[in-house]
């Protein structure tokens, strides 16, 4: 089973950035998503990227702000997010799962999240 491990979120400002990180022990050839949970609210689909990177996937939240990427040479895969809001705050997991699913049941393996706070 593919281990992953989250990084780079914390405290930012309304209309300021973060980049997450998600990085990946062993080869996998899955594609990655990105979830997030809010306090109070079901885990939602965030943006999610083929085994290649050619293909994407975003919630319409996000679009226009947010990019997925991957390099799959260091096995990691990154959430660029741009113009961040309050209520992007969330706990943000990457997992490993099924060809641009966006429900978290198609997802095998998951992170253990990593916080973003915007304040306003």
Avoid: H
Wanted: aromatic share 12%.
């Amino acid at each position: 089973q593919v281990q992953l491990v989250e990084s780079g979120g914390g405290l930012v400002q309304a209309g300021g950035s973060l980049r997450l990180s998600c990085a990946a022990s062993g080869r996998s050839r899955y594609a990655m998503g990105w979830f997030r949970q809010a306090p109070g609210k079901e885990r939602e689909f965030v943006a999610a990227i083929t085994w290649s990177g050619g293909n994407t996937r975003y919630t319409d939240s996000v679009k226009g702000r947010f990019t997925i990427s991957r390099d799959s040479a260091k096995n990691t895969v990154y959430l660029q997010m741009n113009s961040l809001k309050p209520e992007d705050t969330a706990v943000y997991y990457c997992a490993t799962g099924n060809y641009l699913a966006t429900n978290d049941n198609e997802y095998y393996s998951w992170g253990q999240g990593t916080q973003v706070t915007v304040s306003s």
